[in-house]
């Protein structure tokens, strides 16, 4: 199992060497966005094919991946196609300069995610090895509900801000109904429930230490490129505050009145 583990960061890194590439040819690096969710497809498909004969668990956990990543993948190719470099890539940009952005994106951007992708699939490649002689529980049964529950809050709440900012008339003004309601970021919490799922199903067929890609998954989208980095660039929106002091920020809740 762990040749096959080290065999899958081989794949990662030439894939990302490749976007890499890519982004030098476009000078765009936005595209390793649509990496994310591609990324634990393959990663996942391989662990599955290496793992020796198929199950329901891990067909099971085949269908979520494929049907988690590829809606992922969807979704941002039609938000950032054709949007231009986004801004955060394009303030590297100009702080490194363009003679150096180059390069510098490869480790900074490219092999970074490679490697978060690496780890964070350790729940995926846990549930593959480790399920051959487990018969479906009533935990993984559990982690299917919460993965339908994530997977609705992300899509959901993703495709409500979609067509919320489709409307000219709501520019500066703040998403405070449906999954929003809940949460300020209804899409993150059902990531972060999405990949709990998958921990839960690790958990069930005895991968107790692989949890650790879903912990590192959580940590990201709360304290780095998630909540805490939206959050910074929400605050100068009109009615912003009322809306952090009535609304949950992560975990879904009624609102205070």
Do not use: C
Not at 57 to 66: A, E, Q
Not at 121 to 143: C, D, H, R, T
């Amino acid at each position: 199992m762990l040749e096959i583990y080290f065999n899958s960061l081989l794949i990662i890194l030439v894939l990302v060497t490749l976007m890499w590439i890519l982004s030098i040819i476009l000078t765009n690096v936005s595209i390793v966005d649509l990496f994310w969710g591609t990324g634990f497809i393959i990663t996942n498909t391989y662990y599955f094919i290496s793992s020796g004969e198929p199950n329901l668990i891990k067909y099971i956990l085949l269908i979520l991946v494929l049907l988690w990543g590829l809606r992922l993948t969807i979704y941002l190719s039609w938000r950032n196609i054709g949007k231009g470099e986004d801004f955060r890539y394009q303030k590297f940009r100009k702080d490194y300069g363009k003679n150096r952005y180059w390069w510098i994106s490869f480790f900074q951007t490219f092999l970074l995610q490679g490697l978060l992708i690496w780890i964070v699939s350790l729940p995926l490649l846990g549930v593959n090895f480790y399920s051959n002689n487990n018969e479906p529980n009533l935990l993984m049964y559990v982690a299917i509900l919460i993965w339908i529950i994530g997977f609705m809050f992300e899509a959901g709440g993703d495709y409500q801000l979609a067509r919320f900012k489709m409307n000219p008339d709501n520019k500066g003004k703040v998403l405070d109904y449906g999954f929003w309601k809940y949460t300020r970021h209804p899409n993150y919490f059902g990531d972060s429930a999405v990949w709990w799922a998958y921990a839960l199903l690790a958990v069930s067929v005895g991968a107790y230490w692989y949890i650790i890609g879903s912990i590192l998954m959580t940590l990201i989208i709360i304290k780095v490129s998630g909540v805490a980095l939206l959050e910074k660039t929400l605050n100068v929106k009109d009615g912003y505050s009322e809306y952090v002091r009535k609304t949950s920020a992560f975990l879904p809740w009624f609102p205070k009145k």
